[in-house]
C-alpha cells in the first residue's frame, strides 16, 4: 500500500531544482526565510558555483549556497550568462520581490522624484507574486541587479524557499514545472494616484470648529507650530477637565515637487505616558478624542507633514457630565465620562443606582430595575494595563453590549426594561492586573 500523497513547500523547490539541473544550469537553494508583513527583507545573491548541479539534484543544493557566500570567487560566470532567482511560497501568500539598487545609481534619484510625483518608476522593477510563486531573471551584465533583491510581504506573513540557478539561457518557467501553480491572466492592482489635497489650512480649521460646536462643545481654541524638516513635532498643551477633541492639521506648501500631507499623531498623559488616544489613518488630518478627570498637562506628537510648515492643534472642549462619580480616582473618572461621550448618550441626571468593582475576568453584577424605564452602564479601567473590555446587560430574552476600543478605557451600553425588576450586567476585563469600575444611571 503506497503512502498518502503529500506536496509542500519544500517538495516544490526541490522539483524545480530538479528541473532546472537537469537542463544544465548549476543550481542552489538558499536556506528557507520567513518575512511578515510591513517587514521587508534584503536577500544576497551568489551564482551557484561549479558543480551545484548535482548537489541540487540530490539535497536541494543548500551546501553549495553557502560555499558560494563564504567564497567569493567560486561564483563567477561566464560575461553572456543568465542568472535566475525562484521564490516560493504557498500559494495563498503574496509577496513582490524587487532588485535593489546600487548605490550611486542615478535612477535611485528617478524613483524619488517619481513618487514626490505621484507615479512609481519601480513599479516596473516590481514583480508580483502568483499563486505563491515569483521569478526573476537577468542575462549578460544586467546580471548585477540581482546581487541584492528585496522581498515584500503583503499577506500577514509567510515562508519562502528560494532557488538560484546559472544557465546559458532562460530555464523553464516555474508555472510549467509546477502546474497546480499555474494561472490565468492577473489584473494590475492599478494606481490610485497621489493622496487627494486637503485644501488651505485656515479654511479646514474653520471647518473643524464649526462642526465641533455643532455637536455641542463649549470652546474651540487653536494653538500652532511649526514643523521640523523632515515634518515631526509635539504639542505640549495644559487641558481642562472634560471631553476633548483635537485636530492637528498641516499647511499645504506651494511647492510643485513636495510630500503628501498625511498627519499622525497620538495623545498621551505627561508624566506617566498614558496613552489617551492614538490616529495612523491615511486621512490628510489627525483627530483624537479622550476624556480627562481631572486637569493636567498632555503631549501630542506628530508625523507626516509636507516640511517645515505650519501645524495647528484645534482643541474642542466639552463639560464632563454631571452625576460622574470622582471617588473611584481621575483615571476612572474621564473613562467612565468617555464611554458616556463615545455613545453620544444624555447626560445623567441623577446619581447612579449601582456601583461596583471588579478585577481581572468575568464578572456577574445583578441591578435591581424599575419596569418601563432605561438605563445606561458603564465600565471603566480605574488602574493597572487593559488589553479587552467588553461589558453586556441581559434582560431576560434580550441583551447589549459594547466592547472598548483598542485606544479606549472604557465601554458603556444602555439598556431599557419592559416588565424586568433585575439586570444581569456582565463585565469581562483583560490585561496586566486591571482594576475597573461599574456605574448605572437612570436614564429620562
Same mark, same amino acid.
Not at 551584465?141 to 499577506?155: C, F, G, I, K, Q
Not at 433585575?422 to 444611571?441: F, H
Given at each position: 500500500?503506497?503512502?498518502?500523497? @503529500?506536496?509542500?513547500?519544500?517538495?516544490?523547490?526541490?522539483?524545480?531544482?530538479?528541473?532546472?539541473?537537469?537542463?544544465?544550469?548549476?543550481?542552489?537553494? =538558499?536556506?528557507?526565510?520567513?518575512?511578515?508583513?510591513?517587514?521587508?527583507? =534584503?536577500?544576497?545573491?551568489?551564482?551557484?558555483?561549479?558543480?551545484?548541479?548535482?548537489?541540487?539534484?540530490?539535497?536541494g543544493g543548500r551546501a553549495g549556497a553557502a560555499g558560494a557566500a563564504r567564497d567569493p570567487g567560486a561564483g563567477r560566470v561566464k560575461a553572456d550568462e543568465c542568472l535566475t532567482v525562484a521564490f516560493l511560497a504557498p500559494r495563498i501568500v503574496e509577496f513582490t520581490v524587487e532588485p535593489e539598487l546600487a548605490p550611486g545609481d542615478a535612477s535611485a534619484l528617478e524613483g524619488l522624484v517619481g513618487r514626490l510625483r505621484g507615479r512609481d518608476p519601480d513599479d516596473e522593477r516590481r514583480v508580483q507574486s502568483a499563486a505563491g510563486a515569483a521569478m526573476i531573471t537577468r542575462c549578460g551584465?544586467?546580471?548585477?541587479?540581482?546581487?541584492?533583491?528585496?522581498?515584500?510581504?503583503?499577506?500577514s506573513r509567510g515562508a519562502l524557499d528560494v532557488v538560484v540557478a546559472a544557465s546559458s539561457g532562460v530555464p523553464d518557467r516555474?508555472?510549467?514545472?509546477?502546474?497546480?501553480?499555474?494561472?490565468?491572466?492577473?489584473?494590475? @492592482?492599478?494606481?490610485?494616484?497621489?493622496?487627494?489635497?486637503?485644501g488651505p489650512l485656515d479654511a479646514r480649521v474653520g471647518r473643524a470648529a464649526r462642526r465641533a460646536r455643532a455637536d455641542g462643545a463649549l470652546r474651540v481654541v487653536p494653538t500652532d507650530l511649526r514643523a521640523s524638516v523632515v515634518g515631526t513635532g509635539q504639542f505640549s498643551v495644559k487641558l481642562s477637565e472634560g471631553c476633548h477633541r483635537v485636530d492637528l492639521m498641516a499647511e499645504v506648501p506651494s511647492a510643485t515637487v513636495r510630500r503628501a500631507t498625511d498627519i499622525d499623531a497620538e495623545a498621551r498623559e505627561a508624566g506617566t505616558g498614558r496613552l489617551l488616544d492614538r490616529d495612523r489613518s491615511?486621512?490628510?488630518? #489627525?483627530?483624537?478624542?479622550?476624556?480627562?478627570?481631572?486637569?493636567?498637562?498632555?503631549?501630542?506628537?506628530?508625523?507626516?507633514?509636507?516640511?517645515?510648515?505650519?501645524?495647528?492643534?484645534?482643541?474642542?472642549?466639552?463639560? =464632563?457630565?454631571p452625576y460622574v462619580p470622582g471617588h473611584f480616582g481621575a483615571r476612572a473618572r474621564g473613562n467612565l465620562a468617555a464611554a458616556l461621550h463615545r455613545r453620544h448618550a444624555p447626560a445623567p441626571r441623577a446619581q447612579p443606582i449601582a456601583e461596583a468593582v471588579g478585577t481581572q475576568g468575568d464578572t456577574l453584577v445583578p441591578v435591581q430595575i424599575e419596569p418601563g424605564r432605561?438605563?445606561?452602564? #458603564?465600565?471603566?479601567?480605574?488602574?493597572?494595563?487593559?488589553?479587552?473590555?467588553?461589558?453586556?446587560?441581559?434582560?431576560?430574552?434580550?441583551?447589549?453590549?459594547?466592547?472598548?476600543?483598542?485606544r479606549s478605557e472604557?465601554?458603556?451600553?444602555?439598556?431599557?426594561?419592559?416588565?424586568?425588576?433585575? #439586570?444581569?450586567?456582565?463585565?469581562?476585563?483583560?490585561?496586566?492586573?486591571?482594576?475597573?469600575?461599574?456605574?448605572?444611571?437612570?436614564?429620562d
Open positions: 500500500m503506497g503512502g498518502p500523497a @503529500r506536496a509542500d513547500l519544500s517538495d516544490d523547490a526541490a522539483r524545480v531544482a530538479r528541473i532546472w539541473s537537469l537542463s544544465g544550469a548549476r543550481v542552489a537553494r =538558499l536556506p528557507p526565510l520567513f518575512v511578515e508583513h510591513g517587514r521587508s527583507r =534584503l536577500i544576497a545573491i551568489s551564482p551557484p558555483p561549479a558543480g551545484a548541479a548535482g548537489a541540487a539534484a540530490g539535497a551584465p544586467a546580471r548585477e541587479e540581482l546581487r541584492r533583491v528585496t522581498v515584500d510581504m503583503l499577506s516555474v508555472a510549467s514545472i509546477l502546474p497546480e501553480r499555474a494561472f490565468g491572466p492577473v489584473a494590475p @492592482r492599478g494606481d490610485p494616484g497621489r493622496p487627494a489635497e486637503p491615511d486621512a490628510p488630518d #489627525a483627530r483624537l478624542d479622550f476624556c480627562l478627570g481631572e486637569p493636567g498637562v498632555v503631549e501630542v506628537p506628530f508625523l507626516g507633514a509636507a516640511g517645515p510648515v505650519k501645524v495647528v492643534l484645534s482643541d474642542a472642549q466639552w463639560s =464632563l457630565p432605561c438605563y445606561f452602564a #458603564a465600565a471603566a479601567l480605574v488602574r493597572g494595563e487593559l488589553r479587552a473590555l467588553r461589558i453586556s446587560a441581559e434582560l431576560g430574552d434580550r441583551a447589549a453590549r459594547d466592547d472598548a476600543g483598542d472604557g465601554a458603556g451600553v444602555a439598556f431599557c426594561s419592559d416588565l424586568e425588576e433585575s #439586570a444581569a450586567l456582565r463585565v469581562a476585563a483583560r490585561g496586566n492586573s486591571p482594576v475597573w469600575a461599574l456605574a448605572v444611571w437612570p436614564m
